[in-house]
């Protein structure tokens, strides 16, 4: 099963929307509503944004959302802040493997 | 508050085990599938192992380790366990404990997880 394909990085300025994406196949984004996104900081413990394409759990900012065309899957961050550096990973329930896979991964540099 | 608490990593040599554990706390943990995820130095997350809550307790592995490591779980203490033997230089992550959310397509709530290096 190889990865989901992600930008490596992008960037952009305080205030600005950015949009991450994730491409995959129809054995996983595309034939499924079952998309995650997770966002890592150094040393932090990984934290869940979105889950089933564009849910927000409780307490993540409503500056985060999510959708799906196709085989590929958005995460868009809206007014863009410094404490939305950090890594992003995409995740796809998939019929390829037993477990879910991830993205490639994407590094948000705040400008 | 749920919270998850990995331990057990460290220096170990080619060939060599480890077993990690998995504190849990803030939720009712026997209901729910758990999941063993890494991320080697530089390099992205890789779903590693996860076992089904419910009693079921059915397990699931990635190819890479298949054969390798055994993940299980002990409800009466609230701990989630990944044996890791015959251990490998790739082998060498992060290695995160992970909650599944309802519906088990997603990771709600994860551990900072705990370093495993495989070196001689």
């Known amino acids: 099963q190889s990865a989901l394909t992600q930008p490596a990085s992008l960037s952009g300025s305080p205030g600005q929307s950015i949009t991450i994406s994730c491409t995959g196949t129809s054995s996983d984004v595309g034939g499924y509503n079952y998309v995650s996104w997770y966002q890592l900081h150094p040393d932090k413990a990984p934290k869940l944004m979105i889950f089933e394409v564009s849910n927000r759990p409780s307490g993540v900012s409503n500056r985060f959302s999510g959708s799906k065309s196709g085989n590929t899957a958005s995460l868009t961050i809206s007014g863009l802040q410094a404490e939305d550096e950090a890594d992003y990973y995409c995740s796809s329930y998939t019929t390829s493997t037993t477990l879910n896979v991830f993205g490639t991964g994407t590094k948000v540099t705040v400008l | 508050e749920v919270q998850l608490l990995e331990s057990g990593g460290g220096l170990v040599q080619p060939g060599g085990s480890l077993r990690l554990s998995c504190a849990a706390s803030?939720?009712?943990?026997?209901?729910?599938?758990m999941s063993w995820v890494r991320q080697a130095p530089g390099k992205g997350l890789e779903g590693v192992s996860a076992?089904?809550?419910?009693?079921?307790?059915?397990?699931y592995y990635a190819d890479s380790v298949k054969g390798r490591f055994t993940i299980s779980r002990d409800n009466s203490k609230n701990t989630l366990y990944l044996q890791m033997n015959s251990l490998r230089a790739e082998d060498t992550a992060v290695y995160y404990c992970?909650?599944?959310?309802?519906?088990?397509?997603?990771?709600?709530?994860w551990g900072q997880g705990t370093m495993v290096t495989v070196s001689s």
């Open positions: 076992i089904s809550g419910g009693g079921y307790d059915s397990t």
């Open positions: 992970a909650k599944d959310g309802l519906g088990g397509a997603q990771y709600d709530v």
């Open positions: 803030g939720f009712r943990f026997s209901s729910y599938a």
